[in-house]
């Protein structure tokens, strides 16, 4: 495992109103950069996962604020069905340390979220578990992920800020969600924490989620190449933040 690299950060997250399972939010704040709140309240987004992301070369991308950790696992971003198929980013049990989950295994990394602070957090994924996990496109280290090599092919769904198996719900705020089905580079990855330069129509991007919808919106839906899946459905409750 490489060592730790320091890590650049930028503003703290600001609230707006939360959104119920109804879809209906009481107020909506002034537009800076909508963000997908997750927390304090047991709810996750979810869509159907993708075929183009059964690849040995993947990139999980986002913008994290990390208000807190949990006893079990916190699903952060998963493809598939986390315990069954499938694999993605959670955090540790009862710590801050960003791991991946292939199906019921996890392997943590040896990089911890700071609380409060909004990091871009990516995990290249190549051929034999390998796993390179990146903040604000520096890395953090390479792990070797335990579990099925190749992983799985993921189940039914593509999970963002947690997941009803095992209750492994993230309490963060959750933006500028990105799924490629290639290895990005650390160059790439600076680029691609860049919301506004990235249109959701780049060769090898599955899944973005830019999350600008706001409230009262009672969900948000990927633009560019994966905006034929529709809207992701939410299974609880979340909020909106901003992000400066």
């Known amino acids: 495992v490489a060592t730790t690299a320091a890590v650049a950060t930028t503003a703290a997250v600001a609230t707006t109103a939360a959104v119920p399972t109804t879809g209906v939010a009481t107020t909506a704040a002034a537009y800076i950069n909508y963000a997908l709140d997750f927390r ?3 709810g996750y987004l979810y869509m159907k996962s993708a075929a183009s992301l059964q690849v040995t070369g993947i990139t999980y991308s986002a913008w994290v604020n990390l208000a807190g950790t949990r006893s079990g696992t916190a699903v952060l971003l998963y493809n598939g069905n ?50 390179e996990i990146f903040a604000n496109g ?14 799985e092919s993921p189940g039914t769904r ?52 830019p999350a600008q919808e706001g409230p009262p919106a009672p969900t948000t839906t990927p633009v560019g190449n994966g905006a034929s899946k529709g809207a992701l459905t939410l299974n609880g409750i979340f909020g909106w933040a901003t992000r400066a």
């Open 82 to 131: 986390p315990g069954t198929n499938g694999v993605g980013i959670v955090l540790s049990p009862n710590t801050p340390r960003i791991a991946i989950q292939n199906k019921n295994v996890v392997t943590a990394s040896t990089y911890a979220l700071p609380l409060d602070t909004w990091v871009f957090v990516s995990a290249v994924g190549t051929a034999g578990n390998q796993w």
């Open 138 to 151: 520096v890395s953090q280290g390479v792990l070797v992920a335990g579990g099925p090599s190749p992983p």
């Open 158 to 209: 593509f999970y963002v800020g947690g997941a009803s198996a095992a209750s492994q719900y993230a309490t963060a705020v959750i933006d500028c969600v990105q799924i490629w089905d290639v290895a990005r580079t650390a160059a790439q990855l600076v680029g691609d924490a860049v919301e506004s330069d990235v249109t959701g129509f780049e060769p090898g991007l599955s899944v973005f989620l």
């Open 40 to 42: 304090g309240a047991s």
